[in-house]
């Protein structure tokens, strides 16, 4: 069947937030451009000869200034050191970094010896957040309130990652490829077995596997009530009193209860669910949380129904997630200018820096926290990464290390179980590829 009529798109999806291209130079004078040129040669020269080097300095000069603030708390005499690493350092590196320490406080006087020996502890966590390394030490001395010291230092992106140094690793799993643009995709468990729901901008496919392979049960057209914008996206959300609705750009679409399977859409501006479930956004039982669709765009207006606590009101964005906590919930939005929104229902936060794609969702696990935030992220134009993140305070720490796809990820949607669908179009062969992301326990 035809796909419905395209219009021209009217905003292209943020590949990667906030990664602003510089400005090219002004040609001016011959001699001064060449100088220019010449300087900027020389620099290129220098980070490709000593890059390694630098970066090691780079994170001495951190610990040292580390030590410098354990000592201003403490004050000079035997302390126990632990060090937890948290972010992408390799074991090398904290190793460097735990002799740095050491060096440093033995010259303000502060030496490290065995818990037994000691009148008081340093517990120093090595993390990381979008932008930059953040090292926090608790000083506790005797029975006084544990005090805290801090220094940060930015992030070397052109260090490989080590997957063993960080609590949480991503397993992805293929599930389904086709050549018509994906919009979601969702396992179904049925009596008479399982089944896969696809949605495209066209219909709503369900496959029965058949030896070891999807094979196509039956396909449910969605009819052309309107134009879809080029970049058409889609969510499918499973319900408990039918299979599922299809949300589509002012689409609606609502399946039957039970088989044959029926699929009935109408014209629609009603707003979409921003979580998997309608019986309650978290754990805190809050009410679900629904965001007005753009129709003739590919993103969210801002407009929420009902509110995020006391905000009824958001920048336009992507993608959204939740975070519970003790008494509210955080959401975390990906926004249409680049940054990332943390709204608690009483302030709005806005991130800026990084290279965060317009694509991220929570996931639930017995990992670390809880829940996770699974975000985009890209640096070759030609292969996005998705990352997990923890939000333990109002910045996320990186608690995963990245998975890459083979070509750039077109959507991200919370599964109804424990896992998340992300849709790749490939850059090999074109087809677009839904795979299930999971999370599994480093340690």
Same mark, same amino acid.
């Given at each position: 069947?035809?796909?419905?009529?395209?219009?021209?798109?009217?905003?292209?999806?943020?590949?990667?937030?906030?990664?602003?291209?510089?400005?090219?130079?002004?040609?001016?004078?011959?001699?001064?451009?060449?100088?220019?040129?010449?300087?900027?040669?020389?620099?290129?020269?220098?980070?490709?000869?000593?890059?390694?080097?630098?970066?090691?300095?780079?994170?001495?000069?951190?610990?040292?200034?580390?030590?410098?603030?354990?000592?201003?708390? *403490?004050?000079?005499?035997?302390?126990?050191?632990?060090?937890?690493?948290?972010?992408?350092? =390799?074991?090398?590196?904290? &190793?460097?970094?735990?002799?740095?320490?050491?060096?440093?406080? &033995?010259?303000?006087?502060?030496?490290?010896?065995?818990?037994?020996?000691?009148?008081?502890?340093?517990?120093?966590?090595?993390?990381?957040?979008? &932008?930059?390394?953040?090292?926090? +030490?608790?000083?506790?001395?005797?029975? =006084?309130?544990?005090?805290?010291?801090?220094?940060?230092?930015?992030?070397?992106?052109?260090?490989?990652?080590?997957?063993?140094?960080?609590?949480?690793?991503?397993?992805?799993?293929?599930?389904?490829?086709?050549?018509?643009?994906?919009?979601?995709?969702?396992?179904?468990?049925?009596?008479?077995?399982?089944?896969?729901?696809?949605?495209?901008?066209?219909?709503?496919? +369900?496959?029965?596997?058949?030896?070891?392979?999807?094979?196509?049960?039956?396909?449910?057209?969605?009819?052309?009530?309107?134009?879809?914008?080029?970049?058409?996206?889609?969510?499918?959300?499973?319900?408990?009193?039918?299979?599922?609705?299809?949300?589509?750009?002012?689409?609606?679409?609502?399946?039957?209860?039970?088989?044959?399977?029926?699929?009935?859409?109408?014209?629609?501006?009603?707003?979409?669910?921003?979580?998997?479930?309608?019986?309650?956004?978290? *754990?805190?039982?809050?009410?679900?949380?629904?965001?007005?669709?753009?129709?003739?765009?590919?993103?969210?207006?801002?407009?929420?129904?009902?509110?995020?606590?006391?905000?009824?009101?958001?920048?336009?964005?992507?993608?959204?997630?939740?975070?519970? &906590?003790?008494?509210?919930?955080?959401?975390?939005?990906?926004?249409? =200018?680049?940054?990332?929104?943390?709204?608690?229902?009483?302030?709005?936060?806005?991130?800026?820096?990084?290279?965060?794609?317009?694509?991220?969702?929570?996931?639930?696990?017995?990992?670390?926290?809880?829940?996770?935030?699974?975000?985009?992220?890209?640096?070759?134009?030609?292969?996005?990464?998705?990352?997990?993140?923890?939000?333990?305070?109002?910045?996320?720490?990186?608690?995963?290390?990245?998975?890459?796809?083979?070509?750039?990820?077109?959507?991200?949607?919370?599964?109804?179980?424990?896992?998340?669908?992300?849709?790749?179009?490939?850059?090999?062969?074109?087809?677009?590829?839904?795979?299930?992301?999971?999370?599994?326990?480093?340690?």
């Amino acid at each position: 069947m035809p796909g419905p009529p395209h219009i021209p798109r009217y905003n292209q999806r943020i590949r990667h937030m906030l990664a602003r291209a510089s400005s090219g130079l002004r040609i001016g004078f011959p001699h001064s451009h060449f100088l220019v040129l010449l300087r900027m040669a020389a620099l290129l020269f220098g980070a490709l000869l000593l890059p390694s080097s630098l970066y090691a300095s780079n994170l001495g000069v951190a610990a040292r200034q580390l030590a410098d603030r354990i000592a201003a708390v *403490s004050g000079p005499g035997a302390l126990s050191l632990d060090v937890t690493n948290r972010s992408s350092l =390799d074991d090398k590196s904290v &190793r460097e970094v735990r002799s740095a320490l050491q060096a440093q406080l &033995r010259v303000q006087g502060v030496r490290t010896v065995a818990a037994d020996q000691s009148m008081g502890s340093v517990n120093v966590v090595l993390s990381e957040s979008l &932008r930059e390394y953040v090292w926090t +030490a608790e000083v506790a001395i005797g029975s =006084d309130q544990p005090r805290v010291a801090l220094v940060s230092l930015a992030r070397d992106h052109s260090t490989a990652s080590s997957s063993s140094a960080l609590p949480i690793t991503l397993k992805k799993t293929f599930l389904f490829a086709q050549e018509q643009p994906i919009l979601d995709a969702a396992l179904v468990d049925m009596s008479e077995g399982a089944r896969l729901l696809v949605l495209d901008a066209t219909r709503v496919a +369900a496959y029965r596997q058949q030896s070891g392979h999807w094979e196509l049960e039956t396909a449910l057209p969605i009819p052309s009530t309107r134009t879809f914008p080029r970049d058409t996206r889609g969510r499918l959300l499973l319900r408990r009193d039918h299979l599922f609705d299809a949300y589509l750009p002012g689409t609606f679409c609502r399946s039957s209860a039970a088989a044959p399977l029926r699929l009935d859409c109408a014209a629609s501006d009603d707003p979409w669910p921003l979580t998997p479930e309608d019986t309650g956004a978290s *754990s805190a039982n809050l009410p679900v949380v629904r965001a007005f669709f753009a129709p003739a765009r590919n993103f969210f207006t801002g407009a929420l129904s009902p509110g995020i606590g006391k905000i009824s009101n958001v920048p336009s964005f992507y993608s959204a997630a939740t975070l519970p &906590r003790s008494n509210y919930t955080l959401w975390v939005l990906a926004t249409v =200018d680049g940054s990332v929104h943390l709204v608690d229902g009483f302030t709005d936060q806005a991130i800026r820096g990084g290279h965060t794609g317009s694509d991220l969702t929570a996931l639930r696990s017995i990992c670390g926290v809880g829940t996770q935030i699974l975000v985009s992220e890209s640096g070759d134009p030609e292969h996005d990464t998705l990352r997990a993140y923890e939000i333990p305070d109002r910045e996320p720490v990186a608690v995963s290390s990245p998975i890459e796809f083979d070509g750039p990820i077109t959507a991200l949607w919370p599964d109804a179980s424990l896992t998340a669908v992300v849709i790749v179009k490939r850059e090999d062969t074109g087809w677009y590829e839904a795979n299930r992301i999971s999370i599994t326990c480093a340690n």
